[in-house]
Nanobody, 118 residues
Framework: QVQLMESGGGLVQPGGSLRLSCAAS????????MGWYRQAPGKERELVAT?????SLKYADSVKGRFTISRDKNTVSLQMNSLKSEDTAVYYC??????????????WGQGTLVTVSS
């Protein structure tokens, strides 16, 4: 069993900043890619940013230059600056986990709501 615990969502004014964190725990041998996805009302879930165990980064075009993903072992964070109303969404953490029994799992967090509004 692997759990992802997210924190840091909330209400922020346009132009403001928020930091999301996600900690993985449980039956973990290693974690390959960790990342953040988001789903706005009435829209499909989309990739925001990912980071591999080797440190390779990937960002959605819409957040480049404003969001920064980072990772410390089994914790991934997303620093969000210059937030816009269109960043409003539920943000989900995702991890590609290798368990101690060498099974491969894709695990999702429960989601944290980010609302950008004045």
């Amino acid at each position: 069993q692997v759990q992802l615990m997210e924190s840091g969502g909330g209400l922020v004014q346009p132009g403001g900043s928020l930091r999301l964190s996600c900690a993985a725990s449980g039956n973990i041998f290693s974690i390959n890619t960790m990342g953040w996805y988001r789903q706005a009302p009435g829209k499909e879930r989309e990739l925001v940013a990912t980071i591999t165990s080797g440190g390779s980064l990937k960002y959605a075009d819409s957040v480049k230059g404003r969001f920064t993903i980072s990772r410390d072992k089994n914790t991934v964070s997303l620093q969000m600056n210059s937030l816009k109303s269109e960043d409003t969404a539920v943000y989900y953490c995702k991890a590609h986990v290798i368990t101690r029994t060498l099974s491969s799992l894709e695990v999702w967090g429960q989601g944290t709501l980010v609302t950008v509004s004045s």
